[in-house]
């Protein structure tokens, strides 16, 4: 798993053209990917913003014999 550590000193600038990302995202698993992924979104949005916001409701419903 992905440690999440920020490190905000630290600033690079580079040329996306030649950057050798795509070689090394080829070489992750899908898992490290997705973990990944996951850690940008929560960087980004925070953690688990959507569930805060979300409230499930059952309701159950009796049926009526006729």
């Known amino acids: 798993m992905i440690e999440e550590k920020i490190q905000r000193n630290?600033?690079?600038v580079?040329?996306?053209h030649e950057s050798d990302d795509i070689d090394y995202w080829r070489?992750?698993?899908y898992i490290e990917r997705i973990e990944t992924i996951e850690f940008m979104r929560k960087v980004m949005f925070g953690h688990d913003?959507?569930?805060e916001r979300?409230?499930?409701?059952l309701t159950?419903?009796?049926l009526k014999e006729n």
């Open 10 to 12: 630290v600033f690079e």
């Open 14 to 16: 580079i040329n996306l």
């Open 27 to 29: 070489d992750r698993s």
């Open 49 to 51: 913003r959507v569930s």
């Open 54 to 57: 979300l409230q499930r409701v």
């Open 60 to 62: 159950i419903a009796e």
